[in-house]
């Protein structure tokens, strides 16, 4: 019995460890700092290949304090929050391949890559000021930030759009376009350096959605939902990072009466007990060193006498794993988010699996900008952002869910995933891998053998 009683607590012990020890997030100063030698690294390197591939010589962002671009929120230093007064940057690229030159028409320089262009002792009047730098450039296209399809590229304001319209030469008004696609492929496109560093910032989202879903923090028949969001709340801040969305935690339960499978997803969950035997699903989201992450992942609690998953349950995930896998199996360069969507669905129907695909480029915004691939109250084409081409060195937040009816439960269940990934051009790679198991509550038991 002893003998029994000292193993069974040593195999505790081996697995409280997983949560005793937060995993690495960097002070706020080494977080700036690696932000900042981000920014200069793309400014650098993937600027002018971004340029040259849209044609656009000279790149406009302007930005007006606390009615923020969501492009210039990329390109401001670590330790600017915002714009000040007006600020207004700009990208210039003397020939195809060349080095982008930058300046800020503003009463500072901005971070280390753009230098002030603009003396108001000499010249008061900010937008003169823009236009004697864009006059000595003679620029052939200058691309604008308003955009039809992109809410990230359409950042110029009514008003500060007809000033700079205002007062720049009438010569140089038919060189004046929008700047979408520019933008789009700027905020879609990772670096090497940001991929580095991807897989930690996606470890970090798993590590604190395993630790939320474990009995650390529930407890069957007193804690609810929303203790475990609130939980996920706190948790983020005291790791010193931030989210981008408000997290939910939502069940479905063995009650063939209730129809959690065909709950809508305008609707929130309303706030349940967590009993034993429930299927919890949990979407959850980060930012750290200005990048996202999106992701869907699913728990079960187990009953007494259960010491691991149903395996019907189990065989359910697996149909959402095959869902994902023919969705990124479609990946190829060039095709847009409407075509994928559409093979991956031909393909999803002829294995007879039930789903729906949601998934939307992830990176700088959790909804970012790229081709859109469905959404969750739209599986046709999506106009426009779903006619966007799909190309190499993107993220993505593979988002789906596949419908499977469980006989034991005589009802059907709905396997919600999501999980951040990468496209290197030839195939989708996950930044930490993704689901295949459903975690147990608790999972103590699994080694115990209770």
Do not use: C
């Amino acid at each position: 019995m002893l003998q029994k009683i000292f193993l069974s607590l040593l195999l505790y012990l081996f697995f409280i460890p997983a949560f005793a020890q937060d995993l690495a997030v960097l002070s706020q100063r080494e977080q700036a700092a690696v932000i900042d030698s981000w920014l200069e690294d793309r400014i650098d390197h993937l600027l002018p290949e971004l340029m040259t591939e849209t044609g656009i010589d000279m790149w406009v962002v302007i930005s007006r304090e606390y009615n923020e671009d969501p492009v210039i929120r990329t390109l401001l230093p670590a330790t600017w929050h915002a714009a000040r007064r007006r600020t207004i940057l700009v990208m210039y690229q003397p020939g195809p391949g060349a080095e982008v030159e930058t300046y800020a028409i503003a009463r500072y320089d901005v971070g280390k890559s753009f230098k002030r262009a603009w003396d108001p002792e000499v010249q008061p009047d900010q937008w003169a000021a823009l236009m004697e730098l864009i006059a000595s450039k003679n620029p052939t296209k200058i691309g604008l930030n308003y955009a039809k399809d992109y809410g990230h590229a359409d950042g110029l304001t009514k008003n500060e759009f007809d000033d700079f319209m205002n007062y720049l030469p009438s010569g140089l008004n038919n060189t004046v376009v929008s700047a979408q696609t520019l933008a789009v492929r700027w905020l879609e496109t990772r670096t090497a350096a940001e991929m580095a560093t991807y897989k930690h910032i996606q470890e970090l989202a798993h590590y604190i959605i395993a630790e939320g879903l474990s009995e650390r923090v529930i407890t069957p028949g007193v804690t609810t939902t929303e203790d475990v969001v609130w939980w996920y709340r706190e948790k983020i801040k005291e790791m010193k990072l931030d989210t981008w969305f408000h997290p939910t935690v939502d069940i479905q339960r063995p009650d063939p009466d209730s129809k959690e499978a065909q709950r809508s997803f305008a609707v929130r969950p309303s706030e349940m007990v967590i009993m034993p035997g429930d299927l919890l699903h949990i979407d959850f989201g980060i930012k750290y060193l200005r990048l996202n992450t999106d992701t869907q992942q699913l728990a079960y609690v187990l009953k007494a006498g259960e010491t691991e998953v149903p395996a019907y349950l189990q065989e359910a995930l697996k149909v959402g794993n095959r869902l994902q896998d023919i969705l990124t199996q479609n990946y190829i360069t060039g095709r847009t988010g409407n075509e994928i969507l559409r093979e991956a669905r031909k393909q999803m129907e002829s294995e007879g699996i039930r789903g729906s695909i949601y998934t939307h480029p992830l990176g700088f915004y959790g909804h970012s900008a790229g081709p859109t691939i469905g959404m969750w109250d739209n599986q046709g084409d999506t106009p426009g952002a779903g006619d966007f081409p799909l190309h190499k060195n993107t993220g993505y937040a593979i988002e789906l869910n596949a419908v499977v009816y469980v006989e034991e439960w005589k009802k059907d269940v709905r396997i919600m995933l999501e999980e951040g990934a990468f496209f290197n051009g030839e195939k989708v790679v996950y930044y930490n891998g993704r689901q295949k198991s459903i975690l147990a509550i608790p999972r103590v038991s699994n080694y115990l053998g209770y």
